[in-house]
């Protein structure tokens, strides 16, 4: 018999939670996975929900030109708690996917606060950057798994891919001396991925989270005009860190994380890697380097990761695995 014909589980009912440029993204990803399907999608302004499926085309579509899902005939509900009523009405969902902004920076664990209140048992994975956001859902551990939740937190890119990168790369060590993530982002306007820009602009000198947040769309664009789209960042505060520092491979002060982001056009600016810097038993200093093809994108090296990581994260609930883990102490399952 083939592999094939033993995989007989049902797909799991995958929910996106924001619908933006990530969000949007992830919806496009699920189209070709057979072990997934999309059946729920919350915005700011509304949510669908089909138990059949919902046609991502048409989600999209609809949210591009009238800026919410929830004017989708039939199965789209227009609400101000969107995420809220969704959790309340969409049933059965296995997994969600949180393509949110994390703004302000406790926002997505106040969401996950929302799924623990609301008795809902499952999957929940984030793509969150900041070290202190991780260390606010890392803080309810007790809680998720009280409630029977597996939350996967830090599984974008990066953090998510290159923090897994690291934490494999670490094997050959008998000791780290450092982790040092540079990223280069292309994206052909801001507006596809507001959040992520923001949110990057939080991290030059000079801004905040919340300075960052209250910027009007004139402001961003009067910043980038400076810079002609580009941004550069350096030490960042990112959950990379705090990831592989619980995960016993480094000390988060020896964890590295800056790139550049052009923001007008979608050429990467640099190709994204991790090295890692150690020594092996035989008392050699060496570095591993893992480069990301410059022909993948953004969108494509959080998403995967974020469906690997909720596959991941569905294993460990059926065996009764509670809590929250990190992109550093499990490997992602490929999603067919
Ligand atoms: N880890 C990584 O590698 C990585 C990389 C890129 C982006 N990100 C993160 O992904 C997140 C999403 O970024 P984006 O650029 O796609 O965002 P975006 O601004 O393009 O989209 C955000 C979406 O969330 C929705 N939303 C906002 N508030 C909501 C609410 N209260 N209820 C329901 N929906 C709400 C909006 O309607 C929109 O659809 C950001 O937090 C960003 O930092 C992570």
């Given at each position: 018999m083939s592999i094939e014909n033993l995989n007989i589980a049902p797909?799991?009912?995958?929910?996106?939670?924001?619908?933006?440029?990530?969000?949007?993204?992830?919806?496009?990803?699920?189209?070709?996975?057979?072990?997934?399907?999309?059946?729920?999608?919350?915005?700011?302004?509304?949510?669908?929900?089909?138990?059949?499926?919902?046609?991502?085309?048409?989600?999209?579509?609809?949210?591009?030109?009238?800026?919410?899902?929830?004017?989708?005939?039939?199965?789209?509900?227009?609400?101000?708690?969107?995420?809220?009523d969704l959790i309340d009405t969409a049933q059965p969902v296995d997994g969600y996917f949180l393509a949110l902004p994390n703004l302000p920076n406790d926002f997505i664990p106040s969401v996950a606060r929302q799924f623990i209140q609301s008795g809902w048992r499952g999957v929940l994975v984030d793509a969150i950057k900041r070290t202190s956001a991780v260390e606010q859902l890392i803080a309810m551990k007790d809680e998720l798994q009280a409630a029977g939740i597996t939350y996967m937190t830090g599984c974008g890119a990066t953090p998510g891919l290159l923090t897994a990168a690291a934490a494999l790369a670490a094997?050959?060590?008998?000791?780290?001396?450092?982790?040092?993530?540079?990223?280069?982002?292309?994206?052909?306007?801001?507006?596809?991925?507001?959040?992520?820009?923001?949110?990057?602009?939080?991290?030059?000198?000079?801004?905040?989270?919340?300075?960052?947040?209250?910027?009007?769309?004139a402001e961003v664009e009067a910043l980038l005009d400076k810079t002609n789209g580009v941004l550069t960042l350096?030490?960042?505060?990112?959950?990379?860190?705090?990831?592989?520092?619980?995960?016993?491979?480094v000390e988060r002060d020896r964890v590295t994380v800056g790139g550049v982001v052009d923001t007008r056009n979608p050429k990467k600016p640099?190709?994204?890697?991790?090295?890692?810097?150690?020594?092996?038993?035989?008392?050699?200093?060496?570095?591993?380097?893992?480069?990301?093809?410059?022909?993948?994108?953004?969108?494509?090296?959080?998403?995967?990761?974020?469906?690997?990581?909720?596959?991941?994260?569905?294993?460990l609930h059926k065996r009764g695995i509670y809590g929250i883990f990190t992109a550093a102490e499990i490997m992602p399952q490929f999603v067919k």
């Open positions: 797909a799991l009912r995958v929910g996106v939670l924001g619908f933006g440029g990530l969000g949007q993204a992830a919806a496009k990803v699920l189209a070709g996975k057979r072990e997934m399907t999309l059946v729920a999608v919350a915005d700011q302004k509304g949510y669908a929900y089909a138990a059949e499926g919902l046609n991502f085309k048409d989600c999209i579509a609809i949210y591009q030109s009238q800026g919410s899902v929830g004017y989708l005939e039939s199965v789209g509900t227009l609400t101000n708690n969107s995420i809220q094997q050959s060590y008998a000791e780290i001396h450092k982790v040092e993530i540079t990223f280069g982002v292309g994206i052909a306007n801001w507006e596809a991925y507001r959040a992520t820009v923001r949110e990057d602009i939080g991290h030059i000198p000079g801004y905040t989270v919340e300075t960052a947040r209250a910027m009007t769309d350096e030490n960042m505060e990112h959950a990379d860190d705090v990831m592989l520092e619980l995960a016993g491979i640099l190709s994204t890697n991790v090295k890692v810097t150690g020594r092996t038993f035989e008392g050699k200093i060496s570095t591993h380097t893992f480069t990301l093809g410059d022909e993948t994108s953004m969108a494509a090296n959080v998403c995967g990761p974020a469906f690997g990581y909720l596959k991941a994260g569905m294993q």
